[in-house]
Nanobody, 116 residues
Framework: QVQLVESGGGLVQPGGSLRLSCASS????????MGWYRQGPGKQRELVAL???????NYADPVKGRFTISRDNAKKTLYLQMNSLKPEDTALYSC??????????WGQGTQVTVSS
């Protein structure tokens, strides 16, 4: 069982930066990939970024070059550094973990609002 708790969201002006964190508890063995998804107002949930067990990363086109996903295995924490934020980045950002058995775990999410 894996529990995920996100933090770091908030209100930021366009062009600003935020760093989201996702602290995991429970067993960390057998994790295949971790990532961030987001759901904006009136939109479907979409992938933002993924990082695999081997460290390979994958980003959605709208965030490439602006967002960076990383992890600290010792702290069992996943991060999302978000730079050059745009109003269209406004969403509820959720942390995601998939185990080697294809079990999926989700956090409750942290709200990011980009507005002047």
């Amino acid at each position: 069982q894996v529990q995920l708790v996100e933090s770091g969201g908030g209100l930021v002006q366009p062009g600003g930066s935020l760093r989201l964190s996702c602290a995991s508890s429970g067993s960390s063995t057998g994790i295949m990939r971790m990532g961030w998804y987001r759901q904006g107002p009136g939109k479907q949930r979409e992938l933002v970024a993924l990082i695999t067990r081997s460290g390979s990363t994958n980003y959605a086109d709208p965030v490439k070059g602006r967002f960076t996903i990383s992890r600290d295995n010792a702290k069992k924490t996943l991060y999302l550094q978000m730079n050059s934020l745009k109003p269209e980045d406004t969403a509820l950002y959720s942390c995601y973990v998939q185990s080697v058995y294809a079990t999926e775990y989700w956090g409750q999410g942290t709200q990011v609002t980009v507005s002047s």
